[in-house]
């Protein structure tokens, strides 16, 4: 399980990292608010660690940001603060739990398991990201509430990139979980079907990240 730690002291980093390792996790960084952001956005974490007193941008509201752009990923508060209205707070930001510093590393690991596995029984089926919703199961496809009709392989095609979790998706990896690893196709024909997808998803959009691939926008 990849996870984000977001945190400005560069001790507690370190030994958070090398503790969730110790735990199983793979362990990704960042020490201030903005690049925390742009990490968590990116994508493909199960969870993220996030310290409320950040420099650029506190953890309250890298919090309401990731919401607000659709990223579900569930989030744990590190606060030396523990009041009744911090709890509030946290929550109402979208938080999904908090621990006070000092933090047990067993205690902190076990938090994120369980938060993975809430995720997990809660979305099994559908993935949101922003406006669209999608069902794995019965592949109904919605934008804003609106029925989306694709094609088999249109449909393959956003499979990908939403199981992705927001993080990007080579041209390579679509050609070959697509197509087939065998198969005799022109590249270009993933330009064809993205161009079809994102004009059936407008306004949901699909990111062209240059030099690495393509992802759904979690807004």
Same mark, same amino acid.
């Given at each position: ?19 969730? #390792? ?13 690049? =925390?952001?742009?990490? %968590? ?11 409320? $007193?950040?420099? @650029? ?22 606060? %030396? ?13 979208? #938080? ?12 902190? %690991? #076990?938090?994120?398991?369980? $938060? ?7 979305? %099994? ?6 406006? /669209? ?10 934008? !804003? ?15 990908? /990139?939403?199981? !992705?979790?927001? !993080?990007?998706?080579?041209? #390579?990896?679509? $050609?070959?979980?697509?197509? =087939? ?35 759904? !926008? @979690?807004?």
């Amino acid at each position: 399980m990849r996870v984000l730690v977001v945190d400005d002291d560069g001790a507690i980093r370190d030994v958070l990292s090398r503790g969730l #390792a110790a735990e199983g996790f793979i362990v990704d960084c960042a020490d201030d608010g903005p690049s =925390g952001l742009w990490r %968590a956005l990116d994508g493909g974490y199960c969870a993220i660690v996030l310290d409320l $007193l950040l420099p @650029g941008s506190s953890g309250y509201k890298v919090c309401e940001a990731l919401r607000s752009e659709g990223v579900d990923t569930p989030i744990l508060v590190l606060t %030396a603060k523990s009041g009744d209205l911090d709890q509030v707070d946290l929550l109402d930001a979208g #938080a999904d739990d908090f621990l006070t510093k000092p933090v047990s590393i067993t205690v902190l %690991a #076990a938090r994120l398991r369980a $938060l993975v596995r809430r995720r997990a029984s809660v979305s %099994a089926n559908e993935i949101v990201r922003g406006r /669209l919703r999608y069902d794995l199961g019965t592949r109904r496809c919605t934008v !804003a509430e609106r029925e989306v009709e694709l094609t088999a392989r249109e449909e393959q095609v956003l499979r990908q /990139l939403l199981l !992705a979790s927001g !993080a990007c998706v080579t041209r #390579a990896e679509l $050609l070959e979980r697509v197509w =087939g690893h065998d198969a005799e196709v022109d590249p270009s024909i993933v330009d064809v079907y993205l161009r079809r997808v994102r004009s059936k998803l407008d306004p949901v959009i699909i990111d062209n990240v240059r030099g690495v691939g393509y992802r759904i !926008a @979690g807004r």
